[in-house]
């Protein structure tokens, strides 16, 4: 009876059992099945749309591209640009799935064995394994690109994975899969994001062009990006290398052979570490990012869904007119002609001290616009304090010509050091178009990086003279009427000047020879306010008063506005907005900005042109007569252009005009009160025509670049006035010599 009874109860207490465990088991997989729908839903955290999968939130690098579609530079947070495919070597791909996921052409997002081994690894064995597959560390990638540190949340994440690795699977390829993968991952050093740019770091090379070696040392990067980085830790870095090539082996992807000779190679790295000051063009590119940003502000270009554009974060394709060839020859030429004019320069200096008298608070001036004495300011202390810190010596580096230089020097005495370096700048750009063919804002980005192109406004002496005699021309006046060439006075204001090209003089000669007695003359008669305004017209932005002194330049401008201007003579008066930007598209190619530069009709066509023969009068016998040598070009073909030099020597100028390219030259310390003592070196004609000399003859040296040399066209309807002033020599009694003058004495 005890016995039957016992039974009956195991009965009971079995069914209770198998109840219970039912229960449980059920309840486990729908709190399962509801745990995993929430996690669907984002109850957790959101999970990436099928938009963002596509598109990731990544940080992108935009590219700056010249005309002929060579990347001139790139605006990023991460340095990130996107590749195809087809455009991954296929030994990155075996080195990929041989080493981080071998079943990856099997599997459906997430590899249920290799999980459970890891897990039990991990558990039981207390030996990390990694169980994540290439489609869960794509997910990783997008949706978070980060690895959660705190346990529950990793937990979460890693659930966040397979969903969001089983929705690619189902909606992408295994190739689109692979490219997404190495377009997201993450190479530690140097802000190196994505294999395009690991590939250019690390080999200088292209993806699709990485050897079976390359592509190892890459992949087993991967890993662990500070521990097998080839640069800090080569040794574990080849190691690593060579067990993920034997993984390509093992899988075939490589016979024993292509393996063996593969490990035998070097590193062999070829380290180019980008910077934004890094390659062609860092003085546009850094103005272009800031026109961009004004652009967009002002027309109100935003994403699709209303946010603003990030150029560091959102991959934009940005065209610009700039030709990669002018420009490494406008940066050339600079390079050339500055190292030179630099050591002349600190010749003067050498045994006399320029910081003194009118110049002494220089160099406090200098202190405190530096970021050392910001940071020190905000640390609370006092500016005796911080006057003693400045005189510490500390490690710095500073720049020569000969390449930079680590040393050990004082603060203050490294701002004397770089305000004793001449600046320069040169801008070059088709008149008819207004297109920006080369920008060269300074010696130095890494430096000085302040821009000399269109941020700084600088005195622009006798380069300013061809508005008053435009002005005249186009108020009726011939190239060929003789106006006095003597010092006069006119209210209040005596200019000072010299006799050149006889008294009186016609305006051609007196343009010619830089006149100013004769400059100031001609303003006097067609008046400041006219002069003032053909000159706004003509696209100089700053502040142009009505004053008589203006015909001898005594106002500021950018070389920027200055170019524009000059291109409105050869452009049959017609200006131009100068055009940095052509047109911008997002990462996919959609067209979200085109530039339409502003065009006015600034002076009479005749005029322009006029003026333009007036300009030519400059270099054939003129002030820019040395282009006619050999060291300078030697040119033959019909070149115009105006020099300039400010009072004591602290601003050079040159702009020079072909048909088909205006190309403006300024050079100058960061202060005006540093500058050459004598004209013979500071003059225009000797620190800033020389290198639009060197340039314009690369240019034309280059039959790719089809410039012309013939002559500058005749404006339309042709010329209605007499410019061959031999007409008019004995009718006016002016003098017939016009030999060409030696340049030493032509310092204007």
Known sequence: MKRESKQKLTDIDIKRYTRNFWTILCSIVVLGALFLVSVRLGVFGKLPSFEELENPKSNLASEILTDDLQVLGRYYKHNRSNVKYSELSPHLVHALVSTEDKRFYDHSGIDYSRTVTSAIYTTLLNRKQGGSTITQQLALNLFSERRERNTFKRIMQKFQEWITAVRLERSYTKEEIITMYFNTVDFGAYNTFGIKSAARTYFDTTPDQLTPEQAATLVGMLK????????????????????????MIDQNFLTREEGQQAKEHPLDLKLRIANYGEGMAPYFRAVLKQELKKEFKRLSITKPDGTPYDLDRDGLKVYTPINYTMQRYAEEAQREW????????DRQYRNSDPFKGANAQLLISGMRRSDRYRVLKEAGMSEEEIRKEFDKKVPMTLFTYKGNVDTVMAPMDSIRYNKLFLRNAVMSMEPKTGHIKAWVGGTSFEHFKFDHVKLAQRQVGSTAKPFTYAAAIDNGYSPCFPVPNHSRTYGNWTPRGTVQGGDPITLKNALKYSQNFASAYVINEVTPATVASLTKRMGITSNVPNYPSIALGAYEASVYDMVGAYAA?????????????????DQNGAPIYEKTPTVVKALNSESAYIMVDMLKGVVDGGTGSRLRRAEFGGFKNPIGGKTGTTNDNSDAWFIGITPELVTGVWTGAEDRGIRFYSMASGQGAQAALPIFGLYMKKVYGDKNLHYTQEDFPLPP??????IDCSQYR????????????????LGF
């Open 717 to 722: 309807g042709g010329l209605t006035r007499e």
């Open 224 to 247: 662990g990006t500070y521990i097998y980085s080839p640069v800090r830790f080569p040794e574990n870095s080849m190691k690593r290398r060579n067990t993920v090539l034997n993984n």
């Open 569 to 585: 003579f050869v452009n049959h008066g017609t200006w131009i907005e100068p055009t940095m930007i052509l047109r911008v598209e």
């Open 338 to 345: 500055m190292e030179k004019l630099q050591r002349d320069f």
């Open 730 to 745: 004995e009718f006016y009694g002016v003098p017939s010599n016009e030999d060409v003058l030696d340049d030493d004495r």
